[in-house]
């Protein structure tokens, strides 16, 4: 039955089965349908043969065809989303304004049909894939849908009617368990087989999954049916085991459920544990389905058992430890259900899975997702597949591309709140997310090394594994982030305690990641990279996570929350500090940046204080937790400033970089941030003395910290001391002043990083948006409310607009700070933060400094960093302010101040700086005095008797009279036992002249001499909280930090104790410093503090800055006013030791060294500038080389003697000889611009619709092509080659930077550069260098001509010939011989270049001869070069000479040197005088009737075109030529122009005006001025040319619009001189560069008669105000009337057939508009939409790189493989095709345009900015795009200019591979 079914036709077996399933009996029917269907879809069948999927479209349609049914399903579609699904690249947008979630996207066609106008929203390329949301109003707002999806579509479809998809639903289960067999089958586990295979398997499912995917696009009603059979499970129970008979089918079954066993998540050994179930069972359980049962459904019982567990395990094996046992459920039988695939949604997942996700498989799943129920069921079972799709991943090659399909899937679901939370509940998602999150990262654990290596039981991720360095872990955190967003999902997880802990065992692993060790001894061998692995996986999977959790923690009524959070962080820290074995130091030289535990804490605390009112101390553990917590942040910002004192460079420069990334905008307020306000918290609650002295300790300063003036430091080099210490108070300063977490509100901060980050340098936008680091979870991408950080930029910034500079580089749109910015908020400290390079803390003094010079606050020295007020401290902080109010912190300053004022070693002004600042925060922020609090002083220790109390205020004016030091017995201070000799007297008391050696009353003095450790110190305190705080006080012997230390080699000098006498206070220190710094004795009178204006501190240096210190404490204290006034009074004249011992040489300031260095420095740059500017001027504005000066010829004394030529490489100067010539360094470039021109003004626009086009034809190359095309059809071709011009397209264009050298200087030079290994830009084997002056790009050399001798005078001079003497000396010129030039270098090297310009264009813009290399070709060839840089140059001037004068275009001419070298090449041509064109201009022939008829004829004079017969004569005649013949040559051929223009304009008369002309005019013939009268010649022409019927009457064809315009003589006489200007104007430039006339300029309207006197065709005298005629400049030598009946009768003589198509040549128009680029839209979406999805027309496929020519409108495809012709890619065939070699290309998908310059391209930048004015390269911020007109003018000028080789710099070799 079914094989006779088979055979039948398709369509009515289709037919016939529908109507019987329709019967209420139908079972035969659906008997048959099995039948039938068992015999096509046989999976033994190869899956290629398409047979089986035509049945089932023709089954399905049940009939119809399948279009049409695709048509009908559509009708019923009653979906409300969009759902399209996209892959990778695709283009989306995204719309901030719209998106409730920040995953939100919609599909180009949704959202040009939404309303976004003013939206905050982007266009972005898809990296991932994804989906369209529109319409669905949980991820996005409803007001921002588009029209489709706005109006609920489902309420008015009609319902489906039944028989429609009956058939569907009988033929797709089928269907699909054939593709599932197909996917058992070809499935073979990875050890046996290799990727390839599954490969293959999926390509020959292509087309069934297709089809699969179509019918999902028909919308909801099959949705729903494929919905109902794919989470069916009666359907699959059916299907899926096989029946009974079927062999294949059991032995697939078979198949899969090994395939579920291997992907087993449980190892062995839990098998094993499982015990004695019985196989079939214990395989299943070994299945990976089932994420639940493999890691436990449930959580474990408390976390205190798991913590147990995870000790012991620890314990066994740190090293080999593979995994945590979370729990031993996976017993449970229940579980062991769940792991059978119920329905074929599941195991078609499984499959997608094992599979590792193919693209097509996954659009299928993704795109069945509008569909609810769908929806729903496929969440599930995603959610079940969890940790398989983790194992999948982890063992996957591919994993970069299957992260991206994964994500493409989850984000669909898990961005959706409703779902999430569902799932959540449903299915335990958070369980298996962190379980499997936890077990990904248990498969790279190492042993830690921090601390104690031997001990440690902590572990941490490996950073080198791969799963770290290529980020395989991101699919999964990203989904774990994206869920955390969402308020319900984030609460449950924040309830639950046991995930809580299980989430911090997690973060745990990455506590202590990527340890450095500091090398000590060598430089490290292999610098490892692992540190990008580190940074990123803290931030993504430890840090994002927290911003998440962080979020919804921001009212009081999450409290709760926050206090759970941090007292599972507090456990964990402890259990950390247990496992490393932290007892109170670290470990020396070690560090790591990675203390995510410490960050949660700090960040949770911030939190709680800030938003939810909790007080900080129900919060803190207690104190000797504290002192624990504050250790390692403590270590990281000492490590940092030990980097940048390069302590760590053995380490190689990665220990750099981490330092960077640490501090850099996308990780400082994940790292740094928390870091510091961990440790402001720890100071605000620890003893201020103990926190002092371990900063100290940490920066390892403390042995610098004395008053002697040597000292041994047992840690650090001598010149690491002054870094460290800076680095140590710098420190301490942003620690006391930085407010970011201590009470400063949200826009105060935007504001505070901003200012920071615009002070540095002026940004753009973008660069801004990215410097600021975003509060709110990251992944966002919404900035900290960015409506505010708009109004936040226009209240600190202005905006500068993008300018040009002269020198062609591209300004972005930046900000630059306000002056009241500079001037009020100004923070350093908040600089010195964020800075990732040192250089940008100096960069934001320059500015500020130049800002302070500008408005003149500050104009002497160096500005100080200014100082700024604080926002007031939250109470909970307040403790921070005894820091500055500490003993020990006093007794560092003042130590500090009394070694600067001595000038110890190590002491900078930078110290200085930071000490005041510390004063000055400390006078600044008083502490109330609780006096309840004080503990009782104990006097024993020595250092409570420095001061009296911690008061700064009261301790300024303690003085402190002696000090007990401990010295080397080297030192200075040490007594000696007898008077020591004069000699070294001044050695021994450089110290005691201040600190006097006190002999007398010495016991006394001992009494009350102060000893000062910061290490016993620190000790001490410690011991005590330590006794205080822990009455079981654990006995732990605490190693002394003696025994860490590294002493030298080489025993150093012994220590004795010396007694210094020193009586100041520190207000005396302060205003000797004063004295010191203004250099003057009594700078400060005792009534100065009266005389003081308080508001001029803010800005100034250190005396300013010493002065606003000693006024506030005046004002703040009466005691410290009066001890001010009473210093000041006594004025005591400072004695500053003599620096004169030797090892005082020594360390002779070092910074006064380095200042002078720079200072010489700075004079010899400032030097080189000068004359560097001075020779740009003489070369670039002023036409200063006498080389010059001579080719133009202007003075005549110069000509006497011969011209001297400099050469810029052997500096020599002297003339160019035969032997040695010297030769202009030039650029030869092919150029195709004169061919791009247009008769009218008016730009070609950019076609952006499929109605628009570009039409070449009425290009100037075109016209020409054509117009030479004509006359080789009819004419001689010897002749035609002489009669126009080439080179419109192609032309070689000559041009100079100006400087010259010899010919054998360059050679040498070329060798020198051949044989450098450098990488330039450019190719030396073809010739091309650089000037060796200037560097300009060049390509050749063009030799100068040997110097003229005295006939150049005569050579020179006017004369009174007549004109026909003229005439006939001009022809027997020609008739000369051409003499070979002798054999010199001269002619080697003219010869040399003239190959130059023949290798410069292609081959086919120079033969246009019959016969290709023919004598006439290549003298056509040579003639259009002139033509063609004469062209150039008169476009270059604007396209008239009204200019006259130099121009920028004139200094880069060289055709003098040019016509030359042609002229001497073309002197080897002669023309046969039978052919010479002068005889026919100048005489009336005699009628020749030897003209064999088989000959063509020549080409008529009228037809020729003028400038090229003049170039030709020119050329071709003997030079020097003298002036007056080259006067001759022009009348002559002016002449016959001016016929040619009357013949031009006759033809466009209707015949009617024709006829009145040439009668009004015949009546004119015999006045005597007939000759120069227009309408006598022009009534002549018409009568001449209408002999012969066929010449006027082509014309009747043209249009009648021409006859619409009555012609008056004034129109007649305005065409006239517009059709002879182009040939004036290239003659007169032509006149210029060949004897140096000065070009006059005039107004345009008298350019006419302005050229013709320049030209000597107007007698001086006949230049009258009134207006000239064009036919008074005529000279005719013979009868005019004679003459021009000879040209006319050349083109009446012509037979018939080629006068009807020849005469169009006589109809010409030599005007050309100037050359522009295409005009393009002002929104470069317009261009974009149109053109980033147009198929390429060579292989009708989208390119991946489109661009489009900017000069013709082509669109190609760059580096497009498919339109490769002979391995040259479209771009660069374009460029030859359509500029001989440049091309102008914008890239659509980046926006920026390319420039091809024969083998070498450059990046131009981009000529659209955004509303901020700054380019968007590769559309990466996909902001909207505008016009910058500017920059394309600049474009459109370098193009006309032929400058981009001179004006871009970043060149490179393309290789043909654009």
């Given at each position: 039955?079914?094989?006779?079914?088979?055979?039948?036709?398709?369509?009515?077996?289709?037919?016939?089965?529908?109507?019987?399933?329709?019967?209420?009996?139908?079972?035969?029917?659906?008997?048959?349908?099995?039948?039938?269907?068992?015999?096509?879809?046989?999976?033994?069948?190869?899956?290629?043969?398409?047979?089986?999927?035509?049945?089932?479209?023709?089954?399905?349609?049940?009939?119809?065809?399948?279009?049409?049914?695709?048509?009908?399903?559509?009708?019923?579609?009653?979906?409300?989303?969009?759902?399209?699904?996209?892959?990778?690249?695709?283009?989306?947008?995204?719309?901030?304004?719209?998106?409730?979630?920040?995953?939100?996207?919609?599909?180009?066609?949704?959202?040009?049909?939404?309303?976004?106008?003013?939206?905050?929203?982007?266009?972005?390329?898809?990296?991932?894939?994804?989906?369209?949301?529109?319409?669905?109003?949980?991820?996005?707002?409803?007001?921002?849908?588009?029209?489709?999806?706005?109006?609920?579509?489902?309420?008015?479809?009609?319902?489906?009617?039944?028989?429609?998809?009956?058939?569907?639903?009988?033929?797709?289960?089928?269907?699909?368990?054939?593709?599932?067999?197909?996917?058992?089958?070809?499935?073979?586990?990875?050890?046996?087989?290799?990727?390839?295979?599954?490969?293959?398997?999926?390509?020959?499912?292509?087309?069934?999954?297709?089809?699969?995917?179509?019918?999902?696009?028909?919308?909801?009603?099959?949705?729903?049916?494929?919905?109902?059979?794919?989470?069916?499970?009666?359907?699959?129970?059916?299907?899926?085991?096989?029946?009974?008979?079927?062999?294949?089918?059991?032995?697939?079954?078979?198949?899969?459920?090994?395939?579920?066993?291997?992907?087993?998540?449980?190892?062995?050994?839990?098998?094993?544990?499982?015990?004695?179930?019985?196989?079939?069972?214990?395989?299943?359980?070994?299945?990976?389905?089932?994420?639940?049962?493999?890691?436990?459904?449930?959580?474990?019982?408390?976390?205190?058992?798991?913590?147990?567990?995870?000790?012991?395990?620890?314990?066994?094996?740190?090293?080999?430890?593979?995994?945590?046992?979370?729990?031993?459920?996976?017993?449970?039988?229940?579980?062991?259900?769940?792991?059978?695939?119920?329905?074929?949604?599941?195991?078609?997942?499984?499959?997608?899975?094992?599979?590792?996700?193919?693209?097509?498989?996954?659009?299928?799943?993704?795109?069945?997702?509008?569909?609810?129920?769908?929806?729903?069921?496929?969440?599930?079972?995603?959610?079940?597949?969890?940790?398989?799709?983790?194992?999948?991943?982890?063992?996957?090659?591919?994993?970069?591309?299957?992260?991206?399909?994964?994500?493409?899937?989850?984000?669909?679901?898990?961005?959706?709140?409703?779902?999430?939370?569902?799932?959540?509940?449903?299915?335990?998602?958070?369980?298996?997310?962190?379980?499997?999150?936890?077990?990904?990262?248990?498969?790279?654990?190492?042993?830690?090394?921090?601390?104690?290596?031997?001990?440690?039981?902590?572990?941490?991720?490996?950073?080198?594994?791969?799963?770290?360095?290529?980020?395989?872990?991101?699919?999964?955190?990203?989904?774990?982030?994206?869920?955390?967003?969402?308020?319900?999902?984030?609460?449950?997880?924040?309830?639950?305690?046991?995930?809580?802990?299980?989430?911090?065992?997690?973060?745990?692993?990455?506590?202590?990641?990527?340890?450095?060790?500091?090398?000590?001894?060598?430089?490290?061998?292999?610098?490892?990279?692992?540190?990008?692995?580190?940074?990123?996986?803290?931030?993504?999977?430890?840090?994002?996570?927290?911003?998440?959790?962080?979020?919804?923690?921001?009212?009081?009524?999450?409290?709760?929350?926050?206090?759970?959070?941090?007292?599972?962080?507090?456990?964990?820290?402890?259990?950390?500090?247990?496992?490393?074995?932290?007892?109170?130091?670290?470990?020396?030289?070690?560090?790591?940046?990675?203390?995510?535990?410490?960050?949660?804490?700090?960040?949770f605390l911030s939190k709680a204080v800030k938003c939810q009112g909790l007080d900080l101390d129900s919060l803190l553990p207690h104190q000797e937790m504290l002192m624990k917590i504050m250790?390692?942040?403590?270590?990281?910002?000492?490590?940092?400033?030990?980097?940048?004192?390069?302590?760590?460079?053995?380490?190689?420069?990665?220990?750099?970089?981490?330092?960077?990334?640490?501090?850099?905008?996308?990780?400082?307020?994940?790292?740094?941030?928390?870091?510091?306000?961990?440790?402001?918290?720890?100071?605000?609650?620890?003893?201020?003395?103990?926190?002092?002295?371990?900063?100290?300790?940490?920066?390892?300063?403390?042995?610098?910290?004395?008053?002697?003036?040597?000292?041994?430091?047992?840690?650090?080099?001598?010149?690491?001391?002054?870094?460290?210490?800076?680095?140590?108070?710098?420190?301490?300063?942003?620690?006391?002043?930085?407010?970011?977490?201590?009470?400063?509100?949200?826009?105060?901060?935007?504001?505070?990083?901003?200012?920071?980050?615009?002070?540095?340098?002026?940004?753009?936008?973008?660069?801004?948006?990215?410097?600021?680091?975003?509060?709110?979870?990251?992944?966002?991408?919404?900035?900290?409310?960015?409506?505010?950080?708009?109004?936040?930029?226009?209240?600190?910034?202005?905006?500068?607009?993008?300018?040009?500079?002269?020198?062609?580089?591209?300004?972005?749109?930046?900000?630059?700070?306000?002056?009241?910015?500079?001037?009020?908020?100004?923070?350093?400290?908040?600089?010195?933060?964020?800075?990732?390079?040192?250089?940008?803390?100096?960069?934001?003094?320059?500015?500020?400094?130049?800002?302070?010079?500008?408005?003149?606050?500050?104009?002497?020295?160096?500005?100080?960093?200014?100082?700024?007020?604080?926002?007031?401290?939250?109470?909970?902080?307040?403790?921070?302010?005894?820091?500055?109010?500490?003993?020990?912190?006093?007794?560092?300053?003042?130590?500090?101040?009394?070694?600067?004022?001595?000038?110890?070693?190590?002491?900078?002004?930078?110290?200085?700086?930071?000490?005041?600042?510390?004063?000055?925060?400390?006078?600044?922020?008083?502490?109330?005095?609780?006096?309840?609090?004080?503990?009782?002083?104990?006097?024993?220790?020595?250092?409570?008797?420095?001061?009296?109390?911690?008061?700064?205020?009261?301790?300024?004016?303690?003085?402190?009279?002696?000090?007990?030091?401990?010295?080397?017995?080297?030192?200075?201070?040490?007594?000696?036992?007898?008077?020591?000799?004069?000699?070294?007297?001044?050695?021994?008391?450089?110290?005691?002249?201040?600190?006097?050696?006190?002999?007398?009353?010495?016991?006394?003095?001992?009494?009350?001499?102060?000893?000062?450790?910061?290490?016993?110190?620190?000790?001490?305190?410690?011991?005590?909280?330590?006794?205080?705080?822990?009455?079981?006080?654990?006995?732990?012997?605490?190693?002394?930090?003696?025994?860490?230390?590294?002493?030298?080699?080489?025993?150093?000098?012994?220590?004795?104790?010396?007694?210094?006498?020193?009586?100041?206070?520190?207000?005396?220190?302060?205003?000797?410093?004063?004295?010191?710094?203004?250099?003057?004795?009594?700078?400060?009178?005792?009534?100065?503090?009266?005389?003081?204006?308080?508001?001029?501190?803010?800005?100034?240096?250190?005396?300013?800055?010493?002065?606003?210190?000693?006024?506030?404490?005046?004002?703040?204290?009466?005691?410290?006013?009066?001890?001010?006034?009473?210093?000041?009074?006594?004025?005591?004249?400072?004695?500053?030791?003599?620096?004169?011992?030797?090892?005082?040489?020594?360390?002779?300031?070092?910074?006064?060294?380095?200042?002078?260095?720079?200072?010489?420095?700075?004079?010899?740059?400032?030097?080189?500038?000068?004359?560097?500017?001075?020779?740009?001027?003489?070369?670039?504005?002023?036409?200063?080389?006498?080389?010059?000066?001579?080719?133009?010829?202007?003075?005549?004394?110069?000509?006497?003697?011969?011209?001297?030529?400099?050469?810029?490489?052997?500096?020599?100067?002297?003339?160019?000889?035969?032997?040695?010539?010297?030769?202009?360094?030039?650029?030869?470039?092919?150029?195709?611009?004169?061919?791009?021109?247009?008769?009218?003004?008016?730009?070609?626009?950019?076609?952006?619709?499929?109605?628009?086009?570009?039409?070449?034809?009425?290009?100037?190359?075109?016209?020409?092509?054509?117009?030479?095309?004509?006359?080789?059809?009819?004419?001689?071709?010897?002749?035609?080659?002489?009669?126009?011009?080439?080179?419109?397209?192609?032309?070689?264009?000559?041009?100079?930077?100006?400087?010259?050298?010899?010919?054998?200087?360059?050679?040498?030079?070329?060798?020198?550069?051949?044989?450098?290994?450098?990488?330039?830009?450019?190719?030396?084997?073809?010739?091309?260098?650089?000037?060796?002056?200037?560097?300009?790009?060049?390509?050749?050399?063009?030799?100068?001509?040997?110097?003229?001798?005295?006939?150049?005078?005569?050579?020179?001079?006017?004369?009174?010939?007549?004109?026909?003497?003229?005439?006939?000396?001009?022809?027997?010129?020609?008739?000369?011989?051409?003499?070979?030039?002798?054999?010199?270098?001269?002619?080697?090297?003219?010869?040399?270049?003239?190959?130059?310009?023949?290798?410069?264009?292609?081959?086919?813009?120079?033969?246009?001869?019959?016969?290709?290399?023919?004598?006439?070709?290549?003298?056509?060839?040579?003639?259009?070069?002139?033509?063609?840089?004469?062209?150039?140059?008169?476009v270059h001037r604007g396209g008239n000479l009204c200019s006259g004068g130099a121009s920028a275009a004139a200094k880069r001419s060289c055709l003098n040197q040019l016509f030359h070298v042609?002229?001497?090449?073309?002197?080897?041509?002669?023309?046969?005088?039978?052919?010479?064109?002068?005889?026919?201009?100048?005489?009336?022939?005699?009628?020749?009737?030897?003209?064999?008829?088989?000959?063509?004829?020549?080409?008529?004079?009228?037809?020729?075109?003028?400038?090229?017969?003049?170039?030709?004569?020119?050329?071709?005649?003997?030079?020097?030529?003298?002036?007056?013949?080259?006067?001759?040559?022009?009348?002559?051929?002016?002449?016959?122009?001016?016929?040619?223009?009357?013949?031009?304009?006759?033809?466009?008369?209707?015949?009617?005006?024709?006829?009145?002309?040439?009668?009004?005019?015949?009546?004119?013939?015999?006045?005597?001025?007939?000759?120069?009268?227009?309408?006598?010649?022009?009534?002549?022409?018409?009568?001449?040319?209408?002999?012969?019927?066929?010449?006027?009457?082509?014309?009747?064809?043209?249009?009648?619009?021409?006859?619409?315009?009555?012609?008056?003589?004034?129109?007649?006489?305005?065409?006239?001189?517009?059709?002879?200007?182009?040939?004036?104007?290239?003659?007169?430039?032509?006149?210029?560069?060949?004897?140096?006339?000065?070009?006059?300029?005039?107004?345009?309207?008298?350019?006419?008669?302005?050229?013709?006197?320049?030209?000597?065709?107007?007698?001086?005298?006949?230049?009258?105000?009134?207006?000239?005629?064009?036919?008074?400049?005529?000279?005719?030598?013979?009868?005019?009337?004679?003459?021009?009946?000879?040209?006319?009768?050349?083109?009446?003589?012509?037979?018939?057939?080629?006068?009807?198509?020849?005469?169009?040549?006589?109809?010409?128009?030599?005007?050309?508009?100037?050359?522009?680029?295409?005009?393009?839209?002002?929104?470069?979406?317009?261009?974009?939409?149109?053109?980033?999805?147009?198929?390429?027309?060579?292989?009708?496929?989208?390119?991946?790189?489109?661009?489009?020519?900017?000069?013709?409108?082509?669109?190609?495809?760059?580096?497009?493989?498919?339109?490769?012709?002979?391995?040259?890619?479209?771009?660069?065939?374009?460029?030859?095709?359509?500029?001989?070699?440049?091309?102008?290309?914008?890239?659509?998908?980046?926006?920026?345009?390319?420039?091809?310059?024969?083998?070498?391209?450059?990046?131009?930048?981009?000529?659209?900015?955004?509303?901020?004015?700054?380019?968007?390269?590769?559309?990466?911020?996909?902001?909207?795009?505008?016009?910058?007109?500017?920059?394309?003018?600049?474009?459109?000028?370098?193009?006309?200019?032929?400058?981009?080789?001179?004006?871009?710099?970043?060149?490179?070799?393309?290789?043909?591979?654009?």
């Amino acid at each position: 039955m079914a094989a006779s079914l088979v055979r039948r036709d398709k369509k009515s077996t289709a037919a016939h089965l529908k109507a019987d399933l329709n019967w209420t009996d139908n079972s035969s029917g659906v008997r048959q349908l099995q039948e039938l269907l068992d015999s096509v879809l046989n999976p033994e069948k190869p899956a290629a043969d398409t047979e089986a999927l035509d049945w089932c479209k023709c089954l399905i349609a049940g009939g119809e065809g399948f279009e049409e049914f695709c048509k009908t399903v559509r009708s019923y579609d009653n979906a409300t989303l969009c759902g399209l699904v996209w892959t990778a690249n695709f283009v989306a947008y995204r719309c901030r304004t719209c998106g409730i979630s920040p995953c939100m996207s919609l599909c180009a066609e949704c959202f040009n049909n939404g309303d976004h106008t003013g939206h905050d929203f982007n266009m972005f390329r898809s990296q991932a894939g994804g989906a369209c949301d529109c319409g669905d109003s949980n991820v996005m707002r409803e007001t921002g849908f588009c029209n489709r999806h706005r109006l609920r579509t489902g309420e008015n479809v009609p319902s489906v009617p039944r028989d429609l998809l009956l058939m569907s639903e009988m033929v797709l289960p089928r269907f699909i368990i054939c593709i599932i067999q197909y996917l058992r089958d070809g499935y073979t586990e990875p050890d046996t087989s290799t990727e390839r295979d599954l490969q293959k398997v999926l390509q020959q499912l292509e087309p069934q999954i297709s089809f699969l995917e179509e019918l999902t696009k028909m919308g909801g009603a099959m949705r729903t049916v494929l919905t109902k059979i794919l989470t069916n499970q009666q359907i699959f129970k059916d299907l899926s085991m096989g029946q009974e008979e079927n062999v294949y089918a059991k032995k697939n079954y078979e198949k899969y459920l090994s395939a579920l066993k291997n992907s087993g998540l449980v190892s062995v050994e839990e098998k094993a544990q499982s015990g004695a179930a019985e196989p079939t069972r214990g395989a299943e359980a070994g299945a990976g389905a089932g994420a639940l049962g493999l890691l436990g459904a449930e959580a474990p019982a408390s976390p205190d058992e798991s913590n147990k567990e995870e000790d012991q395990d620890g314990g066994q094996s740190v090293g080999q430890r593979k995994r945590v046992k979370l729990s031993s459920t996976a017993k449970d039988p229940s579980i062991m259900d769940s792991l059978k695939h119920k329905c074929f949604l599941e195991e078609l997942l499984f499959w997608t899975i094992k599979y590792e996700f193919p693209q097509k498989m996954v659009t299928f799943l993704l795109n069945m997702l509008p569909d609810q129920d769908y929806k729903i069921t496929f969440t599930k079972t995603f959610v079940q597949h969890y940790a398989f799709i983790m194992k999948t991943l982890m063992k996957s090659q591919e994993s970069d591309t299957m992260s991206n399909r994964i994500v493409h899937i989850s984000v669909q679901l898990f961005s959706n709140e409703e779902l999430a939370r569902h799932v959540t509940e449903e299915c335990q998602l958070l369980d298996i997310m962190v379980t499997v999150l936890l077990y990904m990262m248990e498969s790279c654990l190492i042993k830690s090394e921090l601390q104690d290596e031997e001990n440690s039981r902590h572990v941490v991720v490996n950073c080198s594994e791969p799963l770290l360095k290529n980020n395989t872990y991101w699919p999964l955190v990203s989904d774990f982030i994206n869920i955390l967003s969402h308020q319900s999902v984030a609460k449950k997880f924040l309830e639950d305690h046991s995930l809580l802990m299980l989430w911090m065992s997690f973060v745990s692993f990455f506590q202590g990641m990527n340890l450095n060790k500091r090398e000590l001894s060598e430089h490290v061998e292999f610098e490892s990279q692992t540190y990008y692995a580190a940074f990123a996986a803290e931030l993504e999977a430890c840090a994002q996570p927290m911003w998440g959790l962080l979020t919804h923690c921001k009212v009081k009524e999450t409290q709760e929350y926050t206090k759970t959070v941090v007292r599972y962080c507090l456990e964990t820290l402890q259990i950390w500090f247990d496992a490393i074995g932290f007892v109170d130091e670290p470990a020396p030289n070690q560090v790591t940046f990675h203390l995510p535990l410490h960050r949660y804490y700090a960040m949770f605390l911030s939190k709680a204080v800030k938003c939810q009112g909790l007080d900080l101390d129900s919060l803190l553990p207690h104190q000797e937790m504290l002192m624990k917590i504050m250790v390692h942040p403590l270590q990281i910002q000492a490590s940092l400033s030990e980097i940048h004192s390069n302590m760590w460079v053995r380490n190689g420069l990665q220990i750099k970089g981490q330092a960077m990334t640490y501090v850099q905008s996308h990780f400082c307020n994940s790292m740094i941030d928390p870091d510091i306000f961990l440790l402001q918290v720890c100071a605000s609650r620890l003893d201020p003395d103990y926190f002092i002295s371990s900063v100290f300790e940490r920066f390892k300063v403390v042995d610098l910290l004395t008053m002697a003036s040597v000292h041994q430091n047992a840690v650090l080099d001598g010149e690491q001391e002054r870094p460290m210490l800076e680095g140590a108070l710098t420190f301490l300063v942003i620690l006391s002043s930085l407010r970011i977490h201590l009470g400063m509100a949200d826009d105060e901060i935007l504001r505070a990083e901003m200012v920071s980050q615009l002070c540095m340098n002026d940004r753009t936008h973008s660069s801004l948006l990215d410097l600021i680091p975003e509060n709110p979870n990251p992944k966002s991408g919404i900035v900290p409310g960015s409506c505010s950080f708009e109004e936040m930029l226009s209240a600190v910034a202005d905006f500068k607009a993008p300018v040009f500079e002269p020198g062609g580089s591209m300004q972005q749109g930046m900000y630059t700070p306000k002056e009241e910015v500079w001037e009020k908020e100004f923070d350093p400290i908040m600089v010195v933060l964020r800075t990732v390079y040192r250089r940008d803390v100096q960069s934001a003094m320059d500015r500020y400094s130049a800002f302070l010079k500008q408005s003149g606050m500050h104009t002497t020295g160096n500005p100080w960093p200014p100082y700024k007020e604080r926002t007031p401290l939250h109470p909970c902080y307040k403790g921070l302010d005894r820091l500055l109010h500490c003993k020990t912190l006093h007794i560092v300053i003042f130590t500090l101040l009394y070694k600067i004022w001595l000038d110890h070693s190590n002491m900078s002004e930078h110290v200085l700086c930071m000490v005041l600042y510390l004063i000055e925060l400390g006078l600044d922020n008083q502490v109330q005095e609780d006096k309840e609090d004080e503990e009782p002083c104990i006097e024993e220790h020595c250092h409570d008797s420095w001061f009296p109390g911690t008061n700064l205020l009261s301790n300024l004016h303690h003085v402190i009279n002696y000090v007990r030091v401990r010295v080397p017995e080297t030192a200075p201070e040490v007594k000696r036992e007898k008077d020591p000799p004069p000699s070294t007297s001044a050695e021994a008391s450089n110290f005691g002249q201040n600190s006097r050696h006190l002999t007398g009353n010495w016991r006394e003095n001992v009494r009350e001499a102060q000893v000062f450790s910061l290490v016993a110190e620190r000790r001490r305190k410690f011991q005590e909280i330590i006794n205080r705080s822990s009455t079981e006080a654990s006995q732990v012997v605490r190693p002394k930090s003696s025994s860490t230390r590294w002493v030298p080699p080489g025993t150093p000098p012994q220590l004795v104790t010396e007694i210094l006498e020193i009586r100041e206070s520190m207000l005396s220190l302060l205003i000797k410093l004063h004295q010191k710094l203004s250099a003057k004795q009594n700078s400060l009178s005792a009534t100065w503090l009266e005389d003081m204006e308080t508001n001029s501190h803010a800005h100034g240096d250190g005396i300013t800055a010493i002065e606003r210190i000693l006024t506030k404490a005046a004002t703040r204290s009466r005691q410290s006013k009066r001890s001010i006034q009473e210093i000041c009074g006594k004025v005591s004249p400072p004695v500053a030791p003599k620096k004169n011992s030797p090892t005082d040489k020594k360390t002779m300031d070092k910074d006064e060294r380095r200042q002078r260095a720079r200072e010489r420095q700075q004079k010899l740059l400032a030097e080189f500038a000068s004359r560097q500017k001075s020779f740009m001027e003489t070369a670039m504005d002023v036409e200063s080389p006498d080389a010059e000066a001579a080719m133009d010829l202007g003075a005549t004394e110069v000509m006497e003697s011969e011209v001297l030529y400099d050469c810029v490489i052997c500096g020599q100067s002297g003339p160019s000889t035969e032997d040695r010539p010297t030769g202009l360094v030039v650029l030869l470039q092919a150029s195709s611009v004169l061919g791009h021109r247009c008769k009218s003004d008016e730009t070609k626009k950019l076609p952006t619709t499929d109605d628009e086009h570009i039409y070449p034809a009425d290009t100037c190359g075109a016209a020409h092509d054509v117009r030479l095309a004509l006359m080789q059809r009819f004419f001689k071709d010897s002749s035609c080659l002489q009669s126009v011009s080439i080179g419109w397209e192609g032309g070689v264009y000559v041009q100079t930077c100006g400087h010259t050298l010899h010919i054998d200087c360059h050679k040498s030079y070329m060798v020198s550069l051949r044989n450098d290994q450098v990488l330039q830009g450019f190719s030396v084997d073809k010739g091309e260098f650089t000037c060796p002056l200037c560097r300009q790009f060049a390509n050749s050399v063009l030799p100068c001509r040997p110097g003229r001798s005295t006939e150049v005078v005569s050579w020179h001079m006017p004369t009174n010939k007549k004109t026909a003497v003229l005439v006939k000396e001009v022809e027997d010129l020609q008739e000369q011989l051409g003499l070979f030039p002798t054999e010199s270098n001269l002619s080697k090297e003219m010869e040399s270049v003239i190959k130059d310009i023949k290798n410069t264009t292609q081959r086919k813009y120079m033969d246009y001869g019959k016969n290709p290399g023919s004598p006439d070709n290549d003298f056509l060839f040579m003639y259009s070069v002139a033509r063609t840089n004469l062209e150039l140059e008169l476009v270059h001037r604007g396209g008239n000479l009204c200019s006259g004068g130099a121009s920028a275009a004139a200094k880069r001419s060289c055709l003098n040197q040019l016509f030359h070298v042609l002229a001497m090449h073309m002197r080897l041509y002669s023309i046969d005088s039978a052919y010479n064109p002068w005889t026919r201009l100048t005489q009336v022939a005699q009628r020749r009737d030897d003209c064999l008829d088989d000959e063509r004829p020549e080409v008529p004079m009228l037809f020729r075109d003028c400038p090229s017969l003049l170039i030709i004569f020119v050329l071709t005649m003997p030079q020097p030529l003298r002036k007056e013949h080259f006067i001759c040559l022009v009348r002559m051929l002016y002449n016959l122009q001016y016929t040619q223009a009357l013949a031009s304009l006759s033809a466009k008369f209707s015949p009617e005006e024709r006829q009145a002309w040439s009668t009004s005019g015949a009546l004119k013939k015999n006045a005597f001025d007939a000759e120069k009268s227009y309408d006598a010649l022009l009534s002549h022409v018409i009568g001449e040319l209408s002999k012969v019927k066929t010449v006027y009457d082509v014309n009747t064809e043209v249009p009648s619009m021409l006859s619409s315009s009555v012609w008056s003589p004034h129109s007649i006489e305005y065409s006239l001189q517009q059709f002879c200007l182009p040939y004036l104007r290239l003659s007169c430039l032509l006149q210029h560069h060949l004897y140096g006339d000065k070009l006059l300029g005039c107004p345009e309207v008298e350019e006419f008669s302005g050229l013709a006197g320049c030209l000597g065709l107007l007698a001086p005298a006949l230049q009258p105000s009134n207006p000239i005629y064009s036919a008074s400049c005529l000279d005719w030598t013979v009868n005019a009337f004679d003459l021009m009946t000879q040209w006319c009768s050349e083109v009446t003589g012509l037979s018939d057939t080629q006068a009807k198509k020849s005469i169009t040549l006589l109809v010409q128009d030599p005007q050309w508009a100037s050359p522009h680029l295409l005009h393009l839209p002002d929104h470069y979406n317009i261009i974009f939409q149109y053109y980033h999805k147009k198929a390429c027309t060579a292989c009708k496929k989208v390119p991946k790189d489109p661009a489009l020519c900017l000069v013709c409108g082509t669109f190609v495809c760059l580096k497009g493989l498919c339109c490769k012709q002979q391995g040259i890619c479209e771009c660069v065939l374009h460029s030859q095709h359509c500029g001989a070699a440049t091309g102008i290309f914008l890239l659509i998908n980046a926006s920026v345009i390319i420039i091809i310059r024969g083998h070498r391209f450059c990046l131009w930048g981009s000529v659209y900015l955004d509303a901020h004015g700054e380019e968007d390269r590769d559309l990466r911020r996909g902001k909207p795009l505008f016009l910058c007109v500017e920059r394309y003018r600049v474009l459109q000028q370098q193009w006309v200019s032929h400058t981009f080789d001179h004006i871009n710099k970043r060149w490179g070799p393309h290789y043909n591979g654009l």
